[in-house]
Structure formats: C-alpha cells, structure tokens
C-alpha cells in the first residue's frame, strides 16, 4: 500500500508533492492512514535524454540502419564471417 499524508502536512508542502505528481509518482492524501484522495499530474512531464553534445543534431533514416555492413562485421568477427 502506499504511504498516505496528512491533509496538514499536504497543505505545508504541497509544492513538493506536486513535483512529485508532476513526475509521474501519484500522492495519496487522507486521514487516520486511509486514502481519501489521489494528487496526479494532469499531463505527465516527458523526460528529455541529451546524450552528448551533438544529440538530437544529425537525422537518419531508419531503413538505413537495416541490413549488415561487411566493414563491421570484419571488425567484430575478423574473417570467421558466416
């Protein structure tokens, strides 16, 4: 079960729960430990990797990447190709 706060202490920190809300983590509020209500994200946040400094930079076409380059299976496997 989830760990249920208090009205008091949502009303005290509720810029914090939000957060949380906002990050995809629901907060159960209620009383005497029993859920009353839910604090959800109305849209959740889309998380943004930035892999490098050149991420997002160069496009490629997916069809390319299909299929198997002689070069690298040289590379990977020498000349026990099969």
């Known amino acids: 079960m989830n760990k249920v706060i208090t009205i008091y202490d ?25 859920q009353e209500v839910m604090l959800v994200s109305a849209k959740p946040e889309k998380t943004r990797i930035k892999l490098g400094t050149s991420a997002g930079k160069f496009k ?6 299909e299929g198997s380059d002689p070069d690298i299976q040289l590379l990977f496997y020498g000349n026990n190709t099969k």
């Open 60 to 65: 490629y076409d997916a069809k390319s990447l």
């Open 10 to 34: 949502a009303k005290t920190h509720l810029s914090k729960y939000i957060g949380q809300a906002k990050a995809g983590r629901p907060v159960y509020i209620g009383s005497y430990g029993k």
